[in-house]
């Protein structure tokens, strides 16, 4: 695949299109290491104001991520009740095979009508993290819609559409300050015209997927 660089390509606008930018968006990942409540994940800018947080469910029966506005803010989703105004979208693992697989959602639904697409590894035994992913109407999974190529040992990715063209790229950040602090800091960059909370829901998922590996 090509290395990741500037995307020529339409606009891609997975969850919805108020998030793709006509400019390369820089993103902010921090995740607290020992946290044991809700609020795991915090993404901001370049300039460290607060985008979103990623939210654990708790007390559910599935492995749970809500991605929130920080303010809720209400969401043109019409169909998401009031209660959900401030969630963007439901991430929910569900461990079917070896391939683990989790899917994205509108709002804290997880109706069918409500998904927007699903992840899965792209094969079993992996030496470096490879996942497809599956928008919802792309049911037969013959050929992914998006993939996503990282090394967890570096914690990097590249995430690509269906063409091989690069539209995003995290990298970890190494600071002295993220290591006394317990933090682990991931420098996103989105390309211009492409949705940057789809971007986010797959870096979580990345990052989800290689941790319960590493127990």
Same mark, same amino acid.
């Given at each position: 695949?090509?290395?990741? $660089?500037? /995307?020529?390509? +339409? %606009? @891609?606008? &997975?969850?919805?299109?108020?998030?793709?930018?006509?400019?390369?968006?820089?993103?902010? @990942?921090?995740?607290?290491?020992?946290?044991?409540?809700? $609020?795991?994940? &915090? !993404?901001?800018?370049?300039?460290?104001?607060?985008?979103?947080? !990623?939210?654990?469910?708790?007390?559910?029966?599935?492995?749970?991520?809500?991605?929130?506005? *920080?303010?809720?803010?209400?969401? *043109? /989703? #019409?169909?998401?009740?009031?209660?959900?105004?401030?969630?963007? !979208?439901?991430?929910?693992? %569900?461990?079917?095979?070896?391939?683990?697989? =989790? %899917?994205?959602?509108?709002?804290?639904?997880?109706?069918?009508?409500?998904?927007?697409?699903? &992840?899965?590894?792209?094969?079993?035994? %992996?030496?470096?993290?490879?996942?497809?992913?599956?928008?919802?109407?792309?049911?037969?999974? #013959?050929? =992914?819609?998006?993939?996503? &190529? $990282?090394? =967890?040992?570096?914690?990097?990715?590249?995430?690509?559409?269906?063409?091989?063209? *690069?539209?995003?790229?995290?990298?970890? +950040?190494?600071?002295?300050?993220? @290591?006394?602090? $317990?933090?682990?800091?991931?420098?996103?960059?989105?390309? *211009?015209?492409?949705?940057?909370?789809?971007?986010?829901?797959?870096?979580?998922?990345? /990052?989800?997927?290689?941790?319960?590996?590493? !127990?």
């Amino acid at each position: 695949m090509k290395s990741c $660089g500037g /995307y020529g390509g +339409k %606009q @891609i606008a &997975v969850i919805s299109p108020e998030f793709c930018a006509p400019e390369n968006v820089h993103l902010r @990942i921090v995740k607290k290491r020992f946290a044991v409540t809700h $609020g795991n994940f &915090v !993404v901001t800018d370049e300039h460290d104001n607060t985008m979103f947080k !990623v939210k654990d469910k708790l007390l559910s029966l599935h492995d749970r991520h809500l991605i929130l506005n *920080p303010d809720g803010i209400p969401i *043109p /989703y #019409r169909h998401i009740d009031k209660k959900s105004k401030s969630t963007l !979208v439901l991430i929910l693992f %569900q461990k079917i095979s070896a391939r683990k697989r =989790w %899917q994205v959602f509108r709002g804290e639904s997880s109706r069918a009508t409500d998904l927007i697409f699903r &992840v899965r590894k792209s094969s079993v035994l %992996q030496f470096k993290t490879e996942l497809d992913v599956f928008l919802s109407g792309n049911e037969e999974e #013959r050929l =992914w819609d998006f993939k996503v &190529v $990282g090394s =967890w040992l570096e914690r990097s990715c590249d995430i690509y559409d269906k063409n091989s063209s *690069p539209i995003a790229k995290m990298l970890k +950040k190494h600071s002295l300050g993220s @290591i006394v602090l $317990g933090k682990d800091t991931f420098e996103v960059t989105v390309s *211009p015209r492409v949705d940057h909370v789809f971007i986010i829901a797959l870096v979580v998922i990345f /990052y989800e997927i290689n941790k319960d590996e590493d !127990v």
